[in-house]
């Protein structure tokens, strides 16, 4: 800013010249406030608003699938064109608005031009159907195609999955597997496209590419799947496992309730939240700490010698199963540990063989009254975790073993529903924040995160994300990166210790918890 600003001095505001730092900055701050931006332009010489919409320009696009963004794929290495395809709807509001440019109210239920699928209808819009494209071997991620839908029906989807499918091989992308969450019209819409997931003895997670004639396979997505199995055992309280033990929540509550009496945590982040899911049930982070190794550590613990935890076994294999599945398919970096590592052809017989395992407990798991969980009203995450399980196995296998451009390592991140929930953030965030955009809004803002810009999802969103990519359109500059800071700090001179009394007492909870932080500090 301060190089752009020394170069700038002395020009008239048509001599202007902006660095690509400058431009980024700018797009970004206009989207987020366009006053902001009218403010900061008071104080430094930044480009015109009009300057940025003349640079929007590039990214035209319309209701149906982005032919702009396909063709610019087409330039994409090989070993990147192996994709994941994730679809999403987005909440938008019901509101026609009248368009200058076209002579037509816009807000209407909108499969695209030509009717693709159907002819326009006069039902308004409530959601924006969007389909992304997810890179394997690369980091790009990129919006392929979004519709205005009221409902959609499973056949209209499984119709554009196939259009989509078509489209993106035209352009030389292969999309390898189809990632969505576990609602009824979704599980529909796979059987209809060639998949079988009505029953876990004969299922089948995969179908045909129309153009490829290979198979894609379907994945449900992990952290939804993680939400429905805590909501699952929260609501019907007790499970049993294949031996009849009893998996309940009343052993997490108890350890909530404990802890708090306490005033200090075993070594997990339960708290009240926790427990009281209903309002935050959206939020990934609160099922995953609550069914985490660090609560199942806890229940262990307190049954040496705690009258109320005596009988956790059952409780706990659950949680580390499900924990343990959900680290593995939900893999971020090439450097994770333990479970969290990477899917890397020398380890297939390790993670290959405990997926199997969680897929083989979840089968056997039994309501309260009996019936098996995979034909209980409350099957869905039993169901999504094994259809994602033998997905991710097959297709992991197939990357890292073929011949031509393998794989190193899979990341199962890649297969997550979380890009396009970050996606949806970011479109929310535009203009500050708007949690029920029109269809004009929500065109204005995924045409603005098509091009160059350091938008981010929101702290606040469902899911953590801190990758801002998703710009196809994009201007040819180096993101500025900042020097490590190698300035050493001089240790501050320590505060006078504090003394104990000598008549205090703990209990055994507060010895042990006691023991183990001044185990860690030393």
Same mark, same amino acid.
């Given at each position: 800013?301060?190089?752009?600003?020394?170069?700038?001095?002395?020009?008239?505001?048509?001599?202007?010249?902006?660095?690509?730092?400058?431009?980024?900055?700018?797009?970004?701050?206009?989207?987020?406030?366009?006053?902001?931006?009218?403010?900061?332009?008071?104080?430094?010489?930044?480009?015109?608003?009009?300057?940025?919409?003349?640079?929007?320009?590039?990214?035209?696009?319309?209701?149906?699938?982005?032919?702009?963004?396909?063709?610019?794929?087409?330039?994409?290495?090989?070993?990147?064109?192996?994709?994941?395809?994730?679809?999403?709807?987005?909440?938008?509001?019901?509101?026609?608005?009248?368009?200058?440019?076209?002579?037509?109210?816009?807000?209407?239920?909108?499969?695209?031009?030509?009717?693709?699928?159907?002819?326009?209808?006069?039902?308004?819009?409530?959601?924006?159907?969007?389909?992304?494209?997810?890179?394997?071997?690369?980091?790009?991620?990129?919006?392929?195609?979004?519709?205005?839908?009221?409902?959609?029906?499973?056949?209209?989807?499984?119709?554009?999955?196939?259009?989509?499918?078509?489209?993106?091989?035209?352009?030389?992308?292969?999309?390898?597997?189809?990632?969505?969450?576990?609602?009824?019209?979704?599980?529909?819409?796979?059987?209809?496209?060639?998949?079988?997931?009505?029953?876990?003895?004969?299922?089948?997670?995969?179908?045909?590419?129309?153009?490829?004639?290979?198979?894609?396979?379907?994945?449900?997505?992990?952290?939804?799947?993680?939400?429905?199995?805590?909501?699952?055992?929260?609501?019907?309280?007790?499970?049993?496992?294949?031996?009849?033990?009893?998996?309940?929540?009343?052993?997490? *509550?108890? =350890?909530?309730?404990?802890?708090?009496?306490?005033?200090?945590? +075993?070594?997990? !982040?339960? #708290?009240?939240? @926790? $427990?009281?899911?209903?309002?935050?049930?959206?939020?990934?982070?609160?099922?995953?700490?609550?069914?985490?190794?660090?609560?199942?550590?806890?229940?262990?613990?307190?049954?040496?010698?705690?009258?109320?935890?005596?009988?956790?076994?059952?409780?706990?294999?659950?949680?580390?199963?499900?924990?343990?599945?959900?680290?593995?398919?939900?893999?971020?970096?090439?450097?994770?540990?333990?479970?969290?590592?990477?899917?890397?052809?020398?380890?297939?017989?390790?993670?290959?063989?405990?997926?199997?395992?969680?897929?083989?407990?979840?089968?056997?798991?039994?309501?309260?009254?009996?019936?098996?969980?995979?034909?209980?009203?409350?099957?869905?995450?039993?169901?999504?975790?094994?259809?994602?399980?033998?997905?991710?196995?097959?297709?992991?296998? *197939?990357? =890292?073993?073929?011949?031509?451009?393998?794989?190193?390592?899979? +990341?199962?991140? !890649?297969? #997550?529903?979380? @890009? $396009?929930?970050?996606?949806?953030?970011?479109?929310?965030?535009?203009?500050?924040?708007?949690?029920?955009?029109?269809?004009?809004?929500?065109?204005?803002?995924?045409?603005?995160?098509?091009?160059?810009?350091?938008?981010?999802?929101?702290?606040?969103?469902?899911?953590?994300?801190?990758?801002?990519?998703?710009?196809?359109?994009?201007?040819?500059?180096?993101?500025?990166?900042?020097?490590?800071?190698?300035?050493?700090?001089?240790?501050?001179?320590?505060?006078?210790?504090?003394?104990?009394?000598?008549?205090?007492?703990?209990?055994?909870?507060?010895?042990?918890?006691?023991?183990?932080?001044?185990?860690?500090?030393?």
């Amino acid at each position: 800013m301060f190089t752009s600003e020394a170069s700038n001095a002395g020009r008239t505001p048509k001599g202007y010249r902006y660095t690509a730092a400058v431009k980024e900055f700018a797009l970004t701050l206009h989207y987020y406030s366009p006053q902001a931006y009218e403010y900061c332009r008071s104080i430094l010489k930044l480009p015109d608003p009009s300057s940025i919409r003349n640079w929007l320009l590039n990214a035209n696009i319309d209701t149906s699938f982005l032919q702009s963004v396909l063709l610019k794929l087409q330039h994409k290495p090989d070993i990147e064109k192996d994709c994941a395809l994730i679809i999403d709807s987005m909440s938008i509001r019901k509101q026609t608005l009248y368009n200058s440019h076209t002579g037509k109210y816009d807000g209407f239920v909108d499969y695209g031009p030509g009717g693709m699928v159907g002819e326009h209808t006069d039902v308004p819009a409530s959601e924006a159907l969007v389909f992304i494209l997810v890179a394997l071997h690369s980091n790009w991620k990129v919006s392929i195609a979004f519709f205005y839908v009221d409902k959609v029906q499973s056949s209209i989807q499984a119709q554009l999955i196939r259009t989509a499918l078509d489209l993106t091989a035209d352009n030389g992308i292969r999309i390898r597997s189809l990632t969505f969450d576990g609602v009824a019209a979704n599980e529909s819409m796979a059987n209809s496209l060639g998949c079988r997931m009505d029953s876990v003895d004969n299922m089948k997670c995969y179908f045909m590419h129309p153009s490829l004639h290979c198979p894609v396979f379907v994945i449900l997505d992990i952290c939804h799947m993680l939400k429905l199995a805590r909501n699952t055992l929260a609501d019907l309280k007790v499970l049993h496992n294949h031996d009849g033990g009893a998996i309940k929540w009343e052993y997490i *509550e108890k =350890l909530v309730k404990l802890q708090q009496k306490e005033s200090l945590h +075993l070594a997990n !982040k339960l #708290s009240n939240v @926790h $427990i009281q899911w209903q309002k935050l049930k959206m939020k990934v982070k609160v099922a995953a700490q609550a069914l985490s190794s660090s609560v199942a550590d806890a229940l262990l613990f307190l049954s040496n010698f705690h009258p109320d935890f005596q009988d956790v076994n059952a409780t706990v294999e659950f949680i580390r199963n499900v924990d343990m599945a959900f680290d593995i398919l939900n893999t971020r970096s090439a450097f994770g540990k333990g479970w969290k590592s990477p899917l890397r052809a020398s380890t297939i017989s390790v993670w290959e063989s405990q997926l199997t395992t969680v897929a083989e407990y979840l089968s056997h798991l039994r309501a309260a009254d009996g019936q098996p969980l995979p034909y209980h009203r409350r099957r869905t995450f039993v169901l999504g975790f094994r259809v994602s399980i033998q997905s991710i196995i097959t297709l992991s296998k *197939e990357l =890292l073993t073929r011949t031509d451009n393998s794989f190193q390592y899979v +990341l199962t991140f !890649k297969f #997550s529903q979380d @890009h $396009i929930e970050c996606l949806f953030s970011k479109i929310r965030s535009m203009g500050g924040f708007n949690n029920n955009p029109n269809v004009a809004q929500f065109k204005s803002a995924l045409r603005k995160l098509l091009v160059k810009q350091q938008v981010s999802s929101s702290a606040a969103s469902n899911c953590a994300d801190s990758d801002i990519s998703g710009a196809i359109f994009e201007l040819k500059w180096s993101k500025r990166t900042s020097p490590m800071d190698d300035q050493r700090f001089e240790c501050l001179e320590s505060e006078p210790a504090l003394t104990m009394a000598a008549d205090v007492t703990f209990s055994v909870v507060q010895n042990n918890i006691i023991y183990y932080i001044g185990g860690y500090v030393v």
